[in-house]
């Protein structure tokens, strides 16, 4: 991820440390000691993935420094992975999927979802001829997603069921990993077609593939989980919103300003910029990636979609996760 002081970024394997140490560092106040001063955070995140634009905004443009926060960054995979982070003290605050955070929530754990949201913006990719034989070409193909049990994972389960396959029999889920691994995975032919982004999708065709979008949730043909579900959100904890109230507030407020940044016009060459670092793209090539998703985040929650999104992820056990008592910075 692109990230230059005063953000520091902190290597991967620390991160880890700190994840298996379980330091606590929920358990104590972040909070400054006075109004003017700066709050600490330790902020998770998905490196090398457009869903993390707002963070490198943040960054870039000073959002977090004028907003007094201090912000160390903690690179991680999965959603699970950040859940763990979390749970354990590692970050205050991390990027999250639903299918991540849900669970955690209804098997008692004092995660809070925060906003702003992205839009569900996955899509299925692979070979031209395997695109032009539609959802139905993915048949007894290997389809490359991030961990099993993922939001990739189960974003290809819903399209796939809605055009009658059968996941658990037409088709081989493959673990790979993120943008970064997933590109040579696909080069050495352990899959045949991905779950990703458009940055993924966008990275894959910088290496020379040949890709075509099989289905895409922003334009209609994933069905109707393309049109109410969440890509990701923010989550902290219970013990960090009641012990560190003004921290988690000034995220909010930074990060919405973020969102609102990237999505006027008048700020697209610099956003665009931002992106390419973020991907490791040229510009011209990240460009697309912005017109499809500049205007993916949105900053209020309804409690609409949110039992949408929460039986999409946990059938019969929705209800175990309530909006009112599951969201914060509302």
Request: proline residues 6%; negative net charge; hydrophobic residues 40%.
């Amino acid at each position: 991820m692109y990230l230059s002081p005063p953000i520091r970024s902190a290597a991967l394997a620390a991160g880890l440390v700190l994840l298996l140490t379980a330091c606590g560092s929920s358990t104590a106040s972040t909070d400054p000691t006075t109004d003017t001063g700066s709050a600490t955070l330790n902020l998770g995140f998905y490196p090398n993935n457009s869903l993390t634009l707002p963070i490198t905004i943040a960054q870039d443009q000073g959002i977090f420094e004028a907003s007094k926060l201090d912000v160390t960054t903690f690179p991680g995979k999965t959603g699970p992975e950040l859940s763990a982070a979390l749970i354990g003290g590692s970050v205050q605050i991390s990027q999250n999927t639903p299918q991540s955070a849900f669970p955690a929530i209804r098997d008692g754990q004092n995660l809070v979802v925060l906003p702003p949201v992205a839009a569900l913006n996955y899509q299925i990719a692979g070979s031209k001829e395997i695109a032009d034989q539609g959802i139905g070409g993915l048949k007894g193909k290997r389809i490359g997603i991030t961990a099993r049990g993922s939001a990739t994972e189960t974003f290809a389960r819903s399209v796939l069921s809605e055009n009658g396959l059968d996941p658990d029999h037409d088709v081989t889920f493959v673990a790979v990993g993120g943008s970064t691994t997933m590109v040579p995975a696909y080069g050495q032919d352990q899959i045949d077609a991905f779950v990703g982004t458009p940055s993924t999708v966008a990275l894959m065709r910088s290496h020379g593939q040949g890709i075509a979008v099989i289905a895409d949730a922003m334009d209609g043909t994933a069905g109707a989980l393309g049109k109410y579900g969440y890509g990701s959100f923010f989550t902290t904890t219970k013990d960090v919103m009641d012990r560190s109230p003004v921290t988690v507030q000034r995220f909010c407020d930074a990060i919405r300003k973020a969102t609102a940044y990237i999505a006027d016009p008048a700020n697209k060459d610099t956003v665009v910029t931002a992106l390419s670092k973020l991907a490791g793209l040229p510009e011209g090539q990240s460009t697309p990636i912005y017109e499809a998703e500049h205007a993916l985040w949105t900053n209020s929650l309804n409690a609409e979609q949110w039992q949408k999104n929460t039986e999409w992820v946990l059938g019969a056990d929705a209800d175990k996760v309530p909006f009112n008592s599951s969201t914060g910075c509302l």
